[in-house]
């Protein structure tokens, strides 16, 4: 049995999602691939179980967004567990470097790898921030403490994933990694940025930006909500209330965050001080 598995969530992408699996086929490492698909209306599933009979397929009845994830680390039987999109794969040779490092550091939940964008292998921006991460290791680690991550590049511990709920429900996808970071740490858990963990993304240009942008100011609010002090929470509904008089994605995102509010609120569980301390260095 392996040590690790892959899970990728899609919706109506089969074409990327085809040349990804074709890719992630060739890893020497072999990994066990889990394929939740979020309620596609093309032919995904068909095609899926067609072409590639390996492959575990998930045909979820709904779209459950960036939780689907959920669902496939559950049908996983291994201790770890990396997370592809439908357009990104790992180099080989590093899901075994992963699981090296899970084992040297065993209060690791969480490694986040360097991801190369595009055919020119651009290192993606988020990955420059990470590596520059100024938070203090509350355990031992391979690398930079971080308080976030890219979910096509990071590879978990599949106990703690679960111990914490794994990604929350209601938040789709877009800027869905920020509270199960900080719920994974709040727990005692160390979630660190690894350079020689190589990922390769190719994001369609078919993705709807303003859509993307929406939701990620929902996201914030709603993280905001759910884990940050009154006053913190109070200035940041206040700033993207200001910022959503002139711009239209903002103002979208402001009011579908209201309206599930009280939903939010009744779920509201404040990080300690050190962890808010953590995230103050990062605002």
Known sequence: MPDISIVIVTRNRVEALIQTLNTLLQLPEQPPIFVVDNQSTDDTVVRVRTLFPEVTLLALPENCGAAARNRGVAATQTPYVAFCDDDSYWAPRALTKAVAYFEAYPRVALLAGKVLVGPEHTLDPVCEALASSPLAPLVRMPGPAILGFLACG?????????????????????????????????????????????????????????RRMQVQTRNTLWFYSLRRPWPRVAGQWLRTGLHAVADANARKGWLEAFKRIPEIWAQRRVVPPGIEEQIRLLD
């Open 154 to 210: 990071a590879i978990i511990r599949k106990t703690a994933f679960e111990a914490v709920g794994g990604f929350e429900q209601c938040f789709g996808i877009g800027g869905e990694e920020e509270l199960l970071a900080v719920d994974l740490v709040t727990k005692g858990w160390g979630l660190t940025y690894v350079d020689d963990l190589i990922g390769y993304h190719f994001p369609a240009e078919s993705r709807n930006p303003d």
